[in-house]
T-cell receptor, first 112, second 111 residues
Framework: TQLLEQSPQFLSIQEGENLTVYCNSSSVFSSLQWYRQEPGEGPVLLVT?????EVKKLKRLTFQFGDARKDSSLHITAAQPGDTGLYLCAGPYSGGYQKVTFGTGTKLQVIP | EAQVTQNPRYLITVTGKKLTVTCSQNMNHEYMSWYRQDPGLGLRQIYYSMNVEVTDKGDVPEGYKVSRKEKRNFPLILESPSPNQTSLYFC??????????FGPGTRLLVL
């Protein structure tokens, strides 16, 4: 089983602060995805990273895929209350895209 | 509007009483999947389907059944629910490697 471990599990910060969330595995992934989930809703895809070392930016969010494709990070600059939510990383099992494994999630609270 | 719908959204039942959670998508997606979400365990895949009449087990299939008779529908069946199946359930769909869209979730409590 390919496991994805996320850290930290919980994060409570003040508006305007920067933060980084990590997603680590001992296995190589062909790609990793980051989702955000708000209470009472399903996860919504933020980004997919495919190439080792790849960096993608989505406004104040920066996503990086590790060179060895075993880890990824999400950095938020100047966090806002609207960033509050559960952040999940996910990746396909080796051999295909049918089976997907999710990390345990990072619950972020941004205090105004 | 492109969407994945699930019904019911909330369900309280008793041990052993068969139930079905429906999932429907209007995007003509081939791939559909069911997940359960539990505190501290994240989202775990129950079953997935690559197309009509093609289904396969995910990580936690025990106690669940699925069927895919039509492309748009992928119901999740609990033949004899038990309290350890109390959870938040999500259905999702996508085409190929494109974005996976999730439904709004079904919160199930088994007494």
């Amino acid at each position: 089983t390919q496991l994805l471990e996320q850290s930290p599990q919980f994060l409570s910060i003040q508006e305007g602060e920067n933060l980084t969330v990590y997603c680590n595995s001992s296995s190589v992934f062909s790609s990793l995805q980051w989702y955000r989930q708000e209470p009472g809703e399903g996860p919504v895809l933020l980004v997919t990273v495919v190439t080792g070392g790849e960096v993608k930016k989505l406004k104040r969010l920066t996503f990086q895929f590790g060179d060895a494709r075993k880890d990824s990070s999400l950095h938020i600059t100047a966090a806002q209350p609207g960033d509050t939510g559960l952040y999940l990383c996910a990746g396909p099992y080796s051999g295909g895209y049918q089976k997907v494994t999710f990390g345990t999630g990072t619950k972020l609270q941004v205090i105004p | 509007e492109a969407q994945v719908t699930q019904n019911p959204r909330y369900l309280i039942t008793v041990t052993g009483k068969k139930l079905t959670v429906t999932c429907s998508q209007n995007m003509n997606h081939e791939y559909m999947s069911w997940y359960r979400q539990d505190p501290g365990l994240g989202l775990r895949q129950i079953y997935y389907s690559m197309n009509v009449e093609v289904t396969d087990k995910g990580d936690v299939p025990e106690g669940y059944k699925v069927s895919r008779k039509e492309k748009r529908n992928f119901p999740l069946i609990l033949e004899s629910p038990s309290p350890n199946q109390t959870s938040l359930y999500f259905c999702a769909s996508r085409t190929g490697l494109e974005t996976q869209y999730f439904g709004p979730g079904t919160r199930l409590l088994v007494l």
